[in-house]
């Protein structure tokens, strides 16, 4: 009989042999019934098997309500757990299957499954991984600022954009309204051109031109101010702790002297 203490490691830990079998099985699962949700949604395979997806679809729900509640169960928090970020993954990903019961399609939400491999990456042990994810999330929140500007004034030129061509187009060729003339300056400025709204005057033609060219530019900016980011947060976590030296964040030895780099002075020299 195995203790609640034992299967809270081999459920919530991935230290035993145990805990990575189960996280591998969770993450073949995972990936097997996101597959059969997709292809569900393919016209020629649901026709044709329709039965064969009902079934397969409901043996992984049975499956993974299974696995909540065992989560839930041995939870040193239960409550904690269920309101949790990934307590409401595990659960929006078993709801749509018994809400497909009484509103058809909601069966195609079972796509929600794919946040949950997340959690079992974590078998991987990317730990390198997790530290540039981290570096370039702590980038992103210090560029926020600038780059709230940035798209502050985008769309005011949007809406000059838009309200220009309203003018130039007379309300013709699509542009119906000055809304409906945003629409085109954002999908002209962003390079996606659908096309279903062109201009069709020489002046307005004139316009969308320098709007593409402006669009390009424009996408650089963003980019540009993450970069100079991530820039000034790598030279400040580059610094050799011995010398003090410019090294990798992962060498052992610095690259200028040679010197074996003392990771456990690294939070003092650095604060």
């Known amino acids: 009989m195995i203790n609640k203490e034992r299967l809270h490691n081999i459920i919530f830990e ?3 042999k ?28 649901h026709e044709k098997f329709q039965a064969e997806f009902y079934y397969i679809e409901w043996f992984f729900t049975i499956l993974f309500t299974i696995e909540y509640i065992l989560r839930v169960y041995v939870s040193r928090k239960p409550t904690g757990f269920i309101f949790s970020f990934w307590g409401f993954v595990d659960l929006f990903s078993i709801l749509p299957t018994y809400l497909s019961l009484l509103f058809y399609g909601y069966q195609y939400l079972l796509v929600v499954r794919i946040f949950r491999l997340l ?3 974590r078998i991987l042990r990317l730990v ?3 530290k540039e994810a981290a570096m370039l999330t702590n980038a992103l929140r210090a560029s926020s600022y600038k780059i709230g ?4 004034a985008i769309t005011a030129f949007a809406v000059l954009l838009g309200t220009v061509l309203y003018v130039v187009e007379g309300g013709e060729h699509g542009f119906t309204s000055i809304p409906q003339s945003i629409y085109w300056a954002i999908i002209t400025i962003t390079t996606v051109g659908y096309g279903d709204i062109v201009p069709h005057s020489t002046l307005g033609k ?3 031109s320098f709007a593409m060219i402006i669009g390009y530019a424009i996408i ?5 101010i993450v970069t100079v980011e991530m820039a000034k947060l790598n030279d400040n976590k580059s610094k050799c702790l011995n010398c003090g030296h410019s090294t990798s964040d992962y060498a052992n030895y610095c690259s200028n002297c040679g010197a074996k780099i003392n990771r456990s002075k690294e939070p003092e020299q650095l604060s």
């Open 206 to 208: 004139f316009i969308s």
């Open 18 to 45: 145990a805990g990575r079998q189960f996280d591998l099985i969770l993450l073949w699962a995972i990936l097997f019934s996101i597959t059969i949700a997709i292809l569900d949604s393919v016209p020629d395979f």
């Open 119 to 121: 959690r079992v990456f």
């Open 128 to 130: 390198r991984f997790n």
């Open 14 to 16: 991935n230290d035993t």
């Open 149 to 152: 500007i940035f798209l502050s």
């Open 220 to 224: 650089a900016v963003p980019t540009g």
